[in-house]
């Protein structure tokens, strides 16, 4: 499923302009995107938290240079879904 599916739907079902829906969407990534810069979680009860990782540095090999190279220590994104998520997520899957 895309954002456009998303935005299809949810305007579907609200009877809320598409235009509208997308800005929501996308206003909302964006604040996800924001507060995971800032280091902070973004916690949504029963649907789950987007957290961010600090990845230790580590060495790897370039194989086409056969040479070492240092991977700095990074952040990444991480999102954990909720007990409930899962719940849902693993009873429809498990009937197909």
Do not use: C, W
């Not at 902070?40 to 789950?48: A, D, H, I, Q, T």
């Not at 952040?75 to 849902?88: A, N, Q, V």
Request: no cysteine; net charge positive; charged share 30%.
């Amino acid at each position: 499923m895309t954002k456009a599916d998303i935005v299809n739907k949810i305007s579907k079902e609200t009877d809320i302009e598409k235009i509208k829906v997308t800005k929501t969407i996308e206003t909302f990534m964006d604040l996800v995107q924001s507060t995971l810069k800032n280091g902070e979680n973004v916690y949504l009860r029963g649907f789950g938290t987007f957290e961010i990782k600090k990845r230790a540095e580590k060495k790897a090999r370039n194989i086409s240079k056969n040479t070492t190279v240092i991977v700095p220590a990074h952040y990444i994104p991480f999102f954990r879904p909720s007990k409930t998520f899962l719940d849902k997520v693993k009873n429809n899957t498990s009937n197909k």
